[in-house]
């Protein structure tokens, strides 16, 4: 995940360059791939913040686990709902890496093909033949 935020970064920054050095139809594409950029980052660190909270919550867990059992305590119920938030946090930090793929996807469909084409019309691009 963090991998995909530093390449959504560095192309950013490679297209503001290119957006403060063209005008027209170059700078209006330019700026337009940006907006999905700072969207697509902003999904990706929503994705690494969820996966950080599950990481703290296994780790809470694990102490959890570990004071329950040294004073004999009987909170299972703690356990549970600590085990339950972790899983919850991992599968929607999970969701959200998935909704930003495929966000990618559209968005490079977008790129390759045009604004013009229908999906009929992306699907049968999807391996150009130049």
Do not use: Y
Not at 8 to 35: F, H, K, P, W
Not at 49 to 73: G, P, Q, R
Not at 81 to 101: E, R, W
Request: with cysteine; proline share 1%.
């Amino acid at each position: 995940m963090t991998n995909r935020l530093s390449r959504v970064i560095d192309r950013s920054r490679n297209l503001l360059a290119l957006s403060e050095r063209t005008s027209g139809t170059a700078r209006t594409r330019a700026l337009a791939q940006l907006d999905i950029l700072w969207k697509q980052a902003r999904l990706i660190r929503l994705a690494i913040l969820l996966a950080a909270i599950s990481v703290l919550l296994a780790a809470c867990l694990i102490i959890l686990i570990f004071i329950i059992a040294l004073f004999k305590l009987d909170d299972a119920w703690v356990i549970s709902l600590t085990f339950v938030a972790c899983m919850l946090a991992l599968i929607a930090s999970l969701t959200v890496f998935i909704t930003d793929i495929n966000r990618s996807l559209t968005a490079l469909r977008v790129e390759l093909f045009g604004h013009g084409h229908g999906e009929g019309n992306a699907a049968r691009s999807e391996s150009p033949k130049d």
